[in-house]
């Protein structure tokens, strides 16, 4: 038996071939959010409606972007009020995870900040501030709230429907995007850039091939 077998608390779905970064994932058998601490699984709830439509790219996918190729293992969709970006984790050969969001037309590429890189501050900047971060001057271009409506795939970390943040982007002179997400008690500072959609590559897990 691999070391990755672990059965869902809920309908007691085995599962295969968990990826060592995965924390979070969702039952394909009963829909149930499991939290995996060690081979332990906790279930976290439902895994919300995930209307389809066509997208650039799905779970499965590799997408080659700015020279790297990730094959996406996760997929969250997010309302804002207005309407809902998704959300994707990819992880490259080397394991190096990006999430690559999707709004509309609109793609960028995101890394977090980890350990002491990124911004200093804890507390989000208003629409209309700027920021200045590794030398770069930023504009914050919009602010709101974002809630989690529906999780598919694997992540690194907990990912949870109904989850609220609050974020904040701010733009750069060239393409580039600083992005806060605050919450109680915590927040998190992201690196990324807007991408041409039609400079992305998409390898169907289908064996199609896109743009
Ligand atoms: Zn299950």
Not at 32 to 37: D, F, H, P, S, V
Not at 89 to 115: F, L, M, N, R, T
Not at 178 to 200: A, C, I, V
Request: aromatic content about 12%; glycine content about 14%.
């Amino acid at each position: 038996m691999p070391d990755t077998h672990v059965t869902c608390p809920n309908c007691g779905y085995g599962y295969e071939n968990l990826r060592k970064s995965t924390r979070m994932f969702d039952c394909p058998a009963c829909g149930t959010t499991l939290y995996r601490e060690d081979n332990t699984l906790a279930p976290m709830g439902n895994n919300g409606e995930m209307h389809d439509y066509p997208m650039l790219f799905g779970l499965g996918d590799a997408v080659t972007a700015e020279g790297r190729k990730y094959v996406i293992q996760g997929h969250a969709r997010y309302d804002y009020g207005r309407g809902t970006w998704d959300e994707m984790y990819g992880e490259d050969g080397d394991g190096k995870g990006a999430w690559i969001s999707i709004d509309e037309g609109d793609v960028v590429v995101q890394y977090p900040y980890h350990g002491n890189a990124g911004p200093r501050r804890t507390d989000p900047p208003a629409v209309g501030e700027k920021i200045t971060y590794a030398k770069t001057d930023y504009t914050v271009t919009e602010a709101d709230t974002a809630k989690c409506v529906a999780v598919r795939g694997q992540f690194p970390e907990l990912v949870q429907v109904d989850d609220e943040h609050y974020f904040i982007n701010a733009s750069g002179p060239s393409g580039q995007l600083l992005s806060g997400e605050f919450w109680e008690g915590g927040h998190q500072w992201y690196e990324g850039t807007w991408l041409d959609p039609f400079t992305l590559k998409v390898d169907r897990q289908d064996g199609s091939s896109g743009r």
